[in-house]
T-cell receptor, first 115, second 112 residues
Framework: EAQVTQNPRYLITVTGKKLTVTCSQNMNHEYMSWYRQDPGLGLRQIYYSMNVEVTDKGDVPEGYKVSRKEKRNFPLILESPSPNQTSLYFC??????????????FGPGTRLTVT | AQSVTQLGSHVSVSEGALVLLRCNYS??????LFWYVQYPNQGLQLLLKYTSAATLVKGINGFEAEFKKSETSFHLTKPSAHMSDAAEYFC??????????FGAGTTVTVRA
C-alpha cells in the first residue's frame, strides 16, 4: 500500500530534550516536506526536500532541522524543543517538486506536546 | 505569490442539507487549486483538484467544486451532507513555479 508513515504518533516531552520524528514514504517520491498545523493557521511549511541531500527552509524553520540521506526518509529534528513547538506535525511527499498540479500525500500526523 | 482565504472557520449543517465551503484565492498566474479533507486523527487526503481543464471538478465522496476566475473562487459543495462528512477541510493553491499554500481550514459539523 502506498503510504507515508510517521513515528511516533504522539509525543510528550520536556523543554530542551532533543527529539526526532521519523517520516518514511514508499512511493519513490523525490519531494518531501514537513508541516505544522496550528488552530486558525492552517498548515505551515517547516522544511522541504527536492531530492536526496537537497533540503531548504519553508515558512517557519526556526528551531527545526532536517536531513535527507535516503530518498524514502525525511526525519524532523528538534534539538532543543520549546513549548511554542507544541503542535500537530505532518510529513508529506509528492512526485514533483511540491509545485504545480501534483498531489501531496500526507502521513497520519504526530501530535507533539512540549512542557 | 499565491494565497487562499477560507471564509468561515466552522460550518454546521444538518444531515441531508447542502454543504458549502467557501474559498477565494489570490494568484498572479493561472493557479492549480485543491481541496483536502482531514478526518479526526488522520492526515490530509485529496478531495479534488483543478488543473485548468473543466471548471467544474468532481471529487470523492460526492463533493464537487467550481473554479470561477472572475470571482477568484473555488467553493466546495456537496448536495446532501452525511454524518461521515464531519471533518476539517482545507483549500490550497499552487502554480507551476510556486509551492502549495494552504488556507486556515474550515471545520464541518453535521447535526443529526
Amino acid at each position: 500500500e502506498a503510504q507515508v508513515t510517521q513515528n511516533p504518533r504522539y509525543l510528550i516531552t520536556v523543554t530542551g530534550k532533543k527529539l526526532t520524528v521519523t517520516c518514511s514514504q514508499n512511493m519513490n517520491h523525490e519531494y518531501m516536506s514537513w508541516y505544522r498545523q496550528d488552530p486558525g493557521l492552517g498548515l505551515r511549511q517547516i522544511y522541504y526536500s527536492m531530492n536526496v541531500e537537497v533540503t531548504d527552509k519553508g515558512d517557519v524553520p526556526e528551531g527545526y532541522k532536517v536531513s535527507r540521506k535516503e530518498k524514502r526518509n525525511f526525519p524532523l529534528i528538534l534539538e532543543s524543543p520549546s513549548p511554542n513547538q507544541t503542535s500537530l506535525y505532518f510529513c508529506a511527499s509528492s512526485l514533483s517538486g511540491g509545485r504545480g498540479s501534483y498531489e501531496q500525500y500526507f502521513g497520519p500526523g504526530t501530535r507533539l506536546t512540549v512542557t | 505569490a499565491q494565497s487562499v482565504t477560507q471564509l468561515g472557520s466552522h460550518v454546521s449543517v444538518s444531515e441531508g442539507a447542502l454543504v458549502l465551503l467557501r474559498c477565494n484565492y489570490s494568484s498572479s498566474v493561472p493557479p492549480y487549486l485543491f481541496w483536502y479533507v482531514q478526518y479526526p486523527n488522520q492526515g490530509l487526503q485529496l478531495l479534488l483538484k483543478y488543473t485548468s481543464a473543466a471548471t467544474l471538478v468532481k471529487g470523492i465522496n460526492g463533493f464537487e467544486a467550481e473554479f470561477k476566475k472572475s470571482e477568484t473562487s473555488f467553493h466546495l459543495t456537496k448536495p446532501s451532507a452525511h454524518m461521515s462528512d464531519a471533518a476539517e477541510y482545507f483549500c490550497a493553491v499552487s502554480a507551476p513555479s510556486s509551492k502549495l499554500s494552504f488556507g486556515a481550514g474550515t471545520t464541518v459539523t453535521v447535526r443529526a
